[in-house]
């Protein structure tokens, strides 16, 4: 249902893969309830596998912007300011052994928006409020990935390095890393923690929420 008194802060959370952008995210979260901050997931609008782009060597491309329903996601972006729920099947990066979810996302006086291109896309960038970009080396990102898609998904190695080189990177320095100078917070994460960034973070969304109240 549309509440019509309702007037989000919008926060956009960008970086590349393997970043540490759904660590920030959750460390976010844990410092706010359900009912001050929700949340929606660019990974949740991945199109079809059969709808995806296959490259010059038959791998397909998860890792450019026609990969996922941005418009969709923008459009979702629009309802939640508008006071709107979203109702959104779970992506499980097509892995047969998970039965996908419905993911609920209510509105919230804070709304964090996280996802690879949430810059790059203006129906979504332009909805922003905050801009925090999550800036991490490149090797670091690799070793990330690897331990993702190669530990935790069972993904071939070869098939991950293969996608880091060709997909990811390119991806990164097109379509990512140049928004990284018009975001309005920059989180370095090469080995150190968030708390720094997140203290900033929390302060400034508890003067906001008190100016709610």
């Known amino acids: 249902m549309k509440n019509s008194n309702y007037n989000p802060y919008i926060i956009g959370i960008c970086g590349g893969s393997g970043s540490g952008k759904t660590k920030l995210l959750t460390d976010l979260q844990a410092l706010f309830s359900s009912e001050q901050i929700s949340v929606l997931l660019l990974d949740n609008y991945y199109r079809p596998y059969e709808e995806q782009f296959i490259d010059e060597n038959g791998v397909v491309n998860f890792d450019i912007p026609g990969s996922i329903d941005l418009l969709a996601f923008a459009k979702d972006v629009i309802k939640l300011k508008q006071g709107e729920t979203i109702s959104r099947e779970e992506y499980t990066f097509n892995n047969p052994n998970i039965t996908p979810k419905i993911i609920v996302t209510k509105p919230a006086p804070i ?89 900033v973070i929390q302060s400034y969304l508890d003067s906001r929420l008190k100016d709610e109240v």
């Open 111 to 199: 709304i964090v928006v996280e996802g690879i291109f949430v810059f790059s896309e203006k129906e979504i960038s332009q909805q922003i409020d905050l801009k925090i970009f999550v800036d991490t080396h490149d090797h670091l990102m690799m070793k990330r990935r690897i331990i993702r898609d190669a530990i935790e998904r069972n993904y071939d190695m070869e098939d991950v390095m293969y996608r880091f080189e060709y997909h990811v990177m390119p991806a990164y320095h097109q379509y990512i890393s140049p928004y990284k100078y018009s975001a309005d917070i920059v989180v370095p994460n090469n080995g150190s923690t968030f708390e720094n960034a997140l203290k």
